[in-house]
């Protein structure tokens, strides 16, 4: 099993950047396919960006040549790097974790959840 606490959250203006950070303690973190997630308010759940445990990286269209995902597979952590943020944008951002595969953003998918981190952008 492995457990996630994400952190980074905070408030920027449009057209900002910030770089979020999910810390994973357990084994063969190495092995996770990881995502990020964001909901926002009164929105469902969608996938962001995920990456397999071989570093192929996969992105929603919307953030794509402005979000990037990352991971340190020494130190357990993942990253989201986040530029050009839009209002729309705002929301509660949660790192995810799964053994089997990384083909999709389904969340039912994952099995392992962080508690989250707020994103405000502000217009």
């Known amino acids: 099993q492995v457990q996630l606490v994400e952190s980074g959250g905070g408030s920027v203006q449009a057209g900002g950047s910030l770089t979020l950070r999910c810390a994973a303690s357990?084994?063969?973190?190495?092995?996770?396919?990881l995502g990020w997630f964001r909901q926002p308010p009164g929105k469902e759940r969608e996938g962001v960006a995920r990456?397999?445990?071989?570093?192929?990286?996969m992105y929603a269209d919307s953030v794509t040549d402005r979000f990037t995902i990352s991971r340190d597979n020494d130190k357990n952590i993942l990253y989201l790097r986040m530029n050009n943020l839009k209002p729309e944008e705002s929301g509660v951002y949660y790192c995810?974790?799964?053994?089997?595969?990384?083909?999709?953003?389904?969340?039912?998918?994952?099995?392992?959840w962080g508690q989250g981190t707020q994103v405000t952008v502000s217009s």
């Open positions: 995810a974790g799964r053994t089997r595969n990384c083909m999709d953003f389904e969340p039912p998918n994952y099995g392992y």
């Open positions: 990456i397999n445990s071989g570093g192929l990286k």
């Open positions: 357990g084994d063969n973190f190495g092995a996770y396919c």
